[in-house]
């Protein structure tokens, strides 16, 4: 049975609404901002259109169930039937967009703050461009060694971190809901997984003292974790990270 255009167009429409809304927010758990989804389905339909009407053969199919109903006689029931439930379905979301909205406005925040090129760390100068985790060598090298040093990565975490990131390292410790704002979730694909190594080095090792001043002022708990551990302390920490999470570093060959 051949699907009238119009009804393609509806169901492709409805197809690519539902791959957003599941890929986004349920696969990726990076839901799409509405203003954003907006957007983006307004070119989904001018696209919809510019596709379905290529020809006058293609356009009067599209167009016919549309001038049927209109015009023949015989549908005047489901016609007043369309004539007064689009216009309630307009009204209500034009009314839903419209309501006020009492909450507090959301505070932007930079997730991931541009670092400097090069930074004081340890009393040593580092270049974060080309600087690498010394300990990550030996997940190829010396595999055995590898997971000692993850294993003593996650003591120090323990120690230190799980109490504002959790145990499961989702931002959910038992310090977190008193933080504003609450800490980063590490399983989340929107944080460590894409970052490089030696910029995490550089937020623990400086904490929210470290952050630019170009972006300030910033909102960060962070303590200044280069007065509390060893360079060598922070890199298992962060072969933990990405170890426990399941998340790859990225690399400068990625960029």
Same mark, same amino acid.
């Given at each position: 049975?051949?699907?009238?255009?119009?009804?393609?167009? $509806?169901?492709?429409?409805?197809?690519?609404y539902?791959?957003?809304?599941?890929?986004? =927010?349920?696969v990726l758990g990076?839901?799409?901002?509405?203003?954003?989804l907006?957007m983006?389905?307004?070119?989904?339909?001018?696209?919809?259109?510019?596709v379905?009407?290529?020809?006058?053969?293609?356009t009067?199919?599209?167009? +016919?169930?549309?001038?049927?109903? $209109?015009?023949?006689?015989?549908?005047?029931?489901?016609?007043?039937?369309?004539?007064i439930?689009?216009?309630?379905? +307009?009204?209500a979301?034009?009314?839903?967009?419209m309501?006020?909205?009492?909450?507090?406005?959301?505070?932007?925040? &930079?997730?991931?703050?541009?670092?400097? &090129?090069?930074?004081?760390?340890y009393?040593?100068?580092?270049?974060?461009?080309?600087?690498?985790?010394?300990?990550r060598?030996?997940?190829k090298d010396?595999?055995?060694?590898?997971?000692?040093?993850?294993?003593?990565?996650?003591? $120090?975490?323990?120690?230190?971190?799980?109490?504002?990131? /959790?145990?499961?390292?989702?931002?959910?410790?038992?310090?977190?809901?008193?933080?504003?704002?609450?800490?980063?979730?590490?399983?989340?694909?929107?944080?460590?997984?894409?970052?490089?190594?030696?910029?995490?080095? %550089?937020?623990i090792?400086? /904490? /929210?003292? /470290?952050?630019?001043?170009?972006?300030?002022?910033w909102?960060?708990?962070?303590?200044? %974790?280069?007065?509390?551990? &060893?360079?060598?302390?922070? %890199?298992?920490?962060?072969?933990?990270?990405?170890?426990?999470? =399941?998340?790859?570093?990225?690399?400068?060959?990625?960029?």
């Amino acid at each position: 049975m051949k699907i009238p255009r119009l009804l393609q167009v $509806v169901l492709i429409f409805v197809g690519i609404y539902v791959a957003f809304k599941v890929v986004f =927010g349920f696969v990726l758990g990076q839901p799409i901002p509405s203003s954003l989804l907006t957007m983006y389905m307004f070119f989904v339909v001018a696209g919809l259109f510019m596709v379905f009407t290529f020809t006058d053969e293609s356009t009067r199919e599209l167009v +016919a169930p549309i001038k049927a109903l $209109v015009e023949d006689p015989a549908r005047k029931p489901v016609r007043n039937v369309v004539f007064i439930v689009v216009p309630l379905l +307009a009204g209500a979301y034009a009314f839903n967009v419209m309501l006020p909205d009492f909450d507090a406005p959301l505070e932007l925040r &930079s997730i991931h703050p541009a670092p400097p &090129s090069t930074v004081k760390i340890y009393d040593q100068r580092y270049d974060l461009s080309t600087l690498e985790n010394p300990l990550r060598k030996f997940q190829k090298d010396d595999p055995q060694k590898f997971r000692l040093l993850v294993a003593e990565g996650a003591e $120090v975490y323990i120690r230190n971190c799980h109490y504002c990131h /959790g145990d499961k390292l989702d931002g959910n410790g038992p310090y977190a809901q008193g933080l504003n704002p609450i800490p980063l979730n590490f399983q989340d694909i929107g944080t460590i997984a894409q970052l490089q190594e030696s910029f995490l080095f %550089w937020r623990i090792a400086t /904490g /929210g003292p /470290g952050l630019p001043d170009e972006g300030a002022p910033w909102l960060s708990a962070m303590p200044v %974790w280069e007065n509390f551990l &060893s360079e060598d302390e922070i %890199w298992k920490v962060i072969l933990f990270l990405y170890d426990y999470t =399941g998340h790859r570093p990225r690399t400068w060959e990625q960029e």
